[in-house]
Structure formats: structure tokens, C-alpha cells
């Protein structure tokens, strides 16, 4: 095989400046080409190139014509395609449902991803060729491989095999999968046999399903069921969700009316030298030169690092479980350090390293002696309360120091939010927290208590507010004595299922008394495969079937309202919650009030005509 180009090609000239004829594999995504290991296109087509396998890529194909998507011509094995590092949904629509004017994925910023890229992509491409296998994967593929709630058109829709003509869907980060199936294609199986790969999902056929149906199988209810019937959706949300583990998890299946989707059990995850050997693949951290514009999605991660994967937090309101697993895989200092090092001698590098992180900041190094050997508990969250969960930062401090020892660097960042709840449990003597602002904060701190109201944190699987509370107070204790004072920048989350107008006026509160700065607001979106999200389309907790309070329409709108109740265009909605909550207390000019009470100019008038009556 052909030694890693400086770029992976985009057209058949660069193929044949490779020495490539046909490609063996081709990549088609919703993103510009990026050669950095954040971009997932990037990141399996070094990984696949390495495995022996030319590869070549697809990158934003105009949809509505076959020239892009012939451009190379027909993969000697298959396709590979994904809606780009972010689902296409999420990308293109707003929580409002208006749709964005930009995209920092694409050069310039200019959307150029279809709705539902990945259904739309796999169709031009059984079309254009039929008969060539097709694997999705990617973030909007590994969330839909079940039948899922659909926020923008509101109902539930078919897993994502049963839409797009796929043989096979490779979920999570899927280096192990993809590199497995192009082995397996490549000695001659056919793309029907490739079924007992770990990591992956196919379907069957329901006539075979009921004469051959696999034994030890956990069938979870069907697309049928689920959309009709809520706690059906509830019920089969929590069985698959518990079954997201590579050491434990068993194989699943949801019956569809023309299909049965099946679901191996994750891979397993990779050894730091796996890990090392993926990120030190010769990625260039440059857009491909053939766009006349910047692609806006380089800048901030060009010069930051890739520390670990997977978070074992499992927030409500988040898909991490299903995608990267709840196990830490952290790679060596070594390796971290040779990347940066590379980075240093870029001329672009002005000698800031932004970033150094994964999911969470300070996970890296973090180890459970369960993982290996029996997985993620399946009957509780991993948290630092468990006594075999090891917390310590001392790895991470020492990674730390050692990338600032790194000649041509100046500054090493940690842009990530983290846990904070890890750093108070820390008791190993580790001076993390101190670090972290003498030397790796370049003002703000990012952090994410998202509520402080207990049962909208135990909705979210979040520490209690009590936890942020102690954080606050050894952040600021950190702040005495120095030059440039430091912020905390905390993300507040409103409109989560749980949670009531009356439990963010408390926030509100919460926010006044602590003086915390709130431009990182998020209004809560159903994105698929969440638990969250389960909650939001049931009204029920999926673990439990208990009741849950979903704020939809006019209250969601009063909650972000509330949440940023300094905002004068907010005002009447935020006059309007607190009379929902019964707070008319914090209406007025007292130091206490949130929002000033109406004024002559404010009441109500009426118009000529009323006053004509």
C-alpha cells in the first residue's frame, strides 16, 4: 500500500497521483474535508489507509445530480457515508425550528448538508450504483438505529436502516468496525454474511426473522408499537439503553413492518496504544487545499488535543452513552506530547494550545477495575461517591505540565468544561483546581451545573447543587491574591423535562445572588437518544414510568426567559413566569427583584376604536 498522502484525494487525479486506479473504499460526507483526527471522515479514512485500504472522499455532494457522486467512480468494496460530525438536523435547524444561515462545516460557512444527509446520500448512491455495499455511521446513524422521537417533525420515525439503503449501520467511533468490514469484504465474504460484527447493526428480513430468529436475542418493542404507544417508547428506550456496554451488553432487536433492525453489542473499546497509533496518524490539521475559503469548524480545534473518549457521567440530556460508552480510554502523556510537539512546528501555531480534553476535560486518566472485566454498572451511574472508581488528577496535572514543557509553547488551555464534582472528590492531593487557574484558564472556566434545583438535577443525572455550590466557593477562595481575576462561566440548561417555571425562578434567583454570568444559555432540544428526549415525547421517566413534567410551547419560552431575566426584550415573559410561579415579590425596584414592575407607559391602553365604543 501507498504511504499516507498529505491529504486523503478528492478526485481521481489525486487517486492516480497516489498510484490508485480504483478506490477500495469511498468516504462520502455532509462536512468540508478537514485532515484533522476531530473530524470522523478524516479520522476512519487515515485509520482505513493505514489498515492497507485506499480511500477517498466525497465531501458535500451536490444532491440533486449524480456528477459529485461519480466522480471517483465505484469502491472496489463499499461506501462509506455519514451526515458529517454533526446530525444534519440539529445542523440545519434551530431548537425554534428555523433554519440556520450557516454552516461552519462548510468553506465559507455557506449549508451546502441536505436534510437527513445520510437517508439522502445513501439513496444517490444505491441509485448511481446499485449493488455496491453502503455502511453509514457517524453521530446522525449511531443516535437513529433505533426507532426514535423526531423533534422536527415531531413523531417517531423508523430506525435509520429501515429508511436508507444500507447493509450494515457502524455506530460509536467505529475504527474497530470499519477496518473488520473492509477485511472481511476485501477476503471475499459477502456484505449479507457480515452480520456478528460488534459495533454494528443490519437487518433482516421478517420472514427469516420468524423461521431463524437468533437465539439469546433481546427483542425490544417494535416501530409499531412505539409509535403508538408511549410507554411502550418508554419501555424500549430503557431496555436498549441498559444494553450499551461492550463488556456486558447482548445482542437487540426491534421489529419494523418490512424489517427487523438488529443491534450487536458495542466493540470493545480501544487500549491507550490503540488509541496513540490512531492519533498519530499523519493528519495535516489543515482544510483540504482545494477550497478557496476557510472552513469556520478548523479554528477552534486546529491547535487542541484529543485526550481520552467516552464519559462515564451519563447525563440525561445527553447521547455519549450510546455513542462513545461510559468507560474512559485515555491515551499515554507520550503520545499526547508527540502530537503537540508536530503542532509546535506548524507555522500557523502561534503557540497556544487550545484545548487539551474529551467529553470531559478531567476524565482523562480516570479508571474503574470493573471496566475491564464486567463493564459499567448496569444498576447505578458511575459517580465519585463508588470506592472503585479511581479520581485522581495527578495523571492529568502531569500531562499538563508536560505539554507546557513542550518547546514553542506558550500557553496550554483547557477549553472543555469539567466535572467539578470529580475535582472536590479528589483526595489524592492533587492541586488540579490550582493549576488549572494559575496556569490553563485564560479568563473563564467552563463548567456545567446546568440546574440547581434537586429534582431537576436528579432528572438530569446531575450532582445536586449543593456539590456546585462547594466549587463556587474553592473557586473563588483560588481567586484571593490574584492579579487578573478569573471567571466562572457556568451552563444552565432551561425547558428540561422535570423541570417547572417555579424551579427556574429559583435559578433565577440562584443567578442574582451568585453573580454568575449566563451568555452560555441553552434551551433544552429532543435530540435522539437521549433519555431526556425519551421524556420529553412519554412524559414519563424510562426507568421508572413515573410521571414527568414536560414544559412545551409558551412555558419553555418563559423558562429561557427567565433564565436570562436581565435581557430587556425579555421582560414580558418574564413578568408572565413569575406571576405563573407566584412570585410577584421579585416584580418591582427592590434590590431582590428580578424585573421591574409596569410603569404607567407599560399598562395596557386601548386603541382608538375601544375608545370610540
Same mark, same amino acid.
Given at each position: 500500500m501507498n504511504p499516507q498522502p498529505p491529504f486523503l484525494p478528492l478526485t481521481s487525479a489525486e487517486g492516480r497521483a497516489c498510484g490508485i486506479d480504483q478506490f477500495d473504499i469511498i468516504l462520502v460526507t455532509g462536512d468540508a474535508y478537514i485532515d484533522h483526527p476531530s473530524f470522523g471522515t478524516a479520522l476512519i479514512g487515515r485509520v482505513l489507509w493505514d489498515a492497507g485500504f485506499s480511500v477517498g472522499i466525497i465531501a458535500q455532494p451536490d444532491v440533486k445530480t449524480e456528477r459529485d457522486f461519480t466522480a471517483l467512480g465505484r469502491p472496489r468494496l463499499f461506501f462509506g457515508i455519514s451526515s458529517g460530525n454533526v446530525d444534519s438536523m440539529v445542523n440545519n435547524l434551530t431548537p425554534n425550528l428555523k433554519r440556520r444561515s450557516s454552516d461552519v462545516y462548510s468553506p465559507g460557512g455557506v449549508p451546502r448538508r441536505p436534510d437527513r444527509a445520510t437517508i439522502v446520500y445513501a439513496n444517490r448512491v444505491h441509485a448511481t450504483y446499485p449493488g455496491t455495499p453502503i455502511v453509514i455511521g457517524g453521530i446522525e446513524a449511531s443516535l437513529r438505529r433505533f426507532a426514535h422521537y423526531d423533534y422536527w417533525q415531531d413523531r417517531v420515525r423508523q430506525s435509520i436502516l429501515a429508511d436508507a439503503p444500507a447493509t450494515l449501520l457502524a455506530y460509536g467511533m467505529a475504527e474497530r468496525q470499519m477496518v473488520a468490514i473492509a477485511r472481511r469484504l476485501d477476503a471475499g465474504e459477502p456484505a449479507r454474511a457480515l452480520r456478528d460484527i460488534p459495533g454494528t447493526c443490519c437487518t433482516m428480513e421478517v420472514a427469516e426473522w420468524r423461521v431463524a430468529r437468533p437465539e439469546?436475542?433481546?427483542?425490544?418493542?417494535? @416501530? &409499531?408499537? $412505539? *409509535?403508538?404507544?408511549?410507554?411502550?417508547?418508554?419501555?424500549? #428506550?430503557?431496555?436498549?439503553?441498559?444494553? %450499551?456496554?461492550?463488556?456486558?451488553?447482548?445482542?437487540?432487536?426491534?421489529?419494523?413492518?418490512?424489517?427487523?433492525?438488529?443491534?450487536?453489542?458495542?466493540?470493545?473499546?480501544?487500549?491507550?496504544?490503540?488509541?496513540?497509533?490512531?492519533?498519530?496518524?499523519?493528519?495535516?490539521?489543515?482544510?483540504?487545499?482545494?477550497?478557496?475559503?476557510?472552513?469556520?469548524?478548523?479554528?477552534?480545534?486546529? @491547535? &487542541?488535543? $484529543? *485526550?481520552?473518549?467516552?464519559?462515564?457521567?451519563?447525563?440525561? #440530556?445527553?447521547?455519549?452513552?450510546?455513542? %462513545?460508552?461510559?468507560?474512559?480510554?485515555?491515551?499515554?502523556?507520550?503520545?499526547?506530547?508527540?502530537?503537540?510537539?508536530?503542532?509546535?512546528?506548524?507555522?500557523?501555531?502561534?503557540?497556544?494550545?487550545?484545548?487539551?480534553g474529551g467529553p470531559t476535560a478531567n476524565m482523562y486518566g480516570t479508571e474503574c477495575d470493573r471496566w475491564g472485566t464486567a463493564g459499567a454498572c448496569p444498576d447505578m451511574s458511575c459517580s465519585p461517591a463508588c470506592p472503585t472508581l479511581r479520581t485522581s488528577h495527578r495523571k492529568l496535572a502531569d500531562l499538563l505540565k508536560r505539554i507546557s514543557d513542550v518547546p514553542g509553547v506558550k500557553k496550554v488551555f483547557v477549553s472543555s468544561g469539567i466535572r467539578y464534582d470529580l475535582v472536590l472528590a479528589d483526595d489524592s492531593g492533587s492541586r488540579y483546581l490550582d493549576d488549572l487557574c494559575d496556569c490553563h484558564v485564560s479568563g473563564h472556566l467552563k463548567v456545567a451545573p446546568e440546574h440547581i434545583s434537586p429534582h431537576v438535577t436528579e432528572a438530569m443525572n446531575k450532582p445536586d447543587g449543593s456539590v456546585f455550590d462547594r466549587f463556587v466557593n474553592r473557586f473563588e477562595a483560588l481567586q484571593k491574591g490574584k492579579p487578573k481575576r478569573q471567571y466562572l462561566v457556568p451552563y444552565f440548561m432551561s425547558g428540561h423535562p422535570g423541570c417547572t417555571v417555579s424551579d427556574m425562578v429559583e435559578l433565577a434567583e440562584y443567578i442574582r445572588d451568585r453573580g454568575l454570568y449566563t451568555e452560555q444559555v441553552q434551551d433544552f432540544t429532543p435530540t435522539p437518544m437521549s433519555v431526556s428526549t425519551s421524556m420529553y415525547y412519554t412524559g414519563l421517566n424510562p426507568f421508572t414510568l413515573e410521571p414527568v413534567h414536560v414544559p412545551k410551547g409558551r412555558e419553555k419560552r418563559i423558562q429561557r426567559a427567565l433564565m436570562q431575566y436581565r435581557e430587556p426584550q425579555n421582560r414580558g415573559l418574564v413578568l408572565e413566569g413569575l406571576r405563573m410561579a407566584g412570585r410577584e415579590d421579585l416584580i418591582g425596584s427592590g434590590k431582590k427583584c428580578l424585573v421591574a414592575g409596569e410603569s404607567r407607559d407599560h399598562r395596557f391602553r386601548p386603541g382608538p376604536a375601544a375608545q370610540r365604543k
Open positions: 439469546g436475542v433481546v427483542v425490544i418493542p417494535g @416501530f &409499531s408499537e $412505539v *409509535s403508538s404507544d408511549k410507554t411502550a417508547y418508554a419501555r424500549a #428506550f430503557a431496555l436498549h439503553y441498559r444494553e %450499551q456496554d461492550p463488556v456486558r451488553g447482548r445482542t437487540l432487536a426491534q421489529p419494523h413492518p418490512k424489517t427487523v433492525i438488529v443491534q450487536n453489542p458495542p466493540a470493545p473499546p480501544l487500549s491507550a496504544a490503540e488509541l496513540d497509533h490512531i492519533y498519530e496518524l499523519p493528519f495535516s490539521r489543515r482544510t483540504h487545499p482545494s477550497y478557496p475559503e476557510p472552513v469556520p469548524a478548523l479554528e477552534p480545534v486546529q @491547535f &487542541s488535543v $484529543v *485526550s481520552h473518549r467516552g464519559c462515564f457521567g451519563s447525563c440525561s #440530556f445527553c447521547a455519549l452513552t450510546h455513542h %462513545q460508552g461510559r468507560i474512559i480510554q485515555s491515551r499515554s502523556i507520550g503520545s499526547i506530547v508527540r502530537e503537540v510537539t508536530r503542532m509546535a512546528v506548524m507555522p500557523e501555531f502561534k503557540g497556544i494550545v487550545k484545548d487539551v
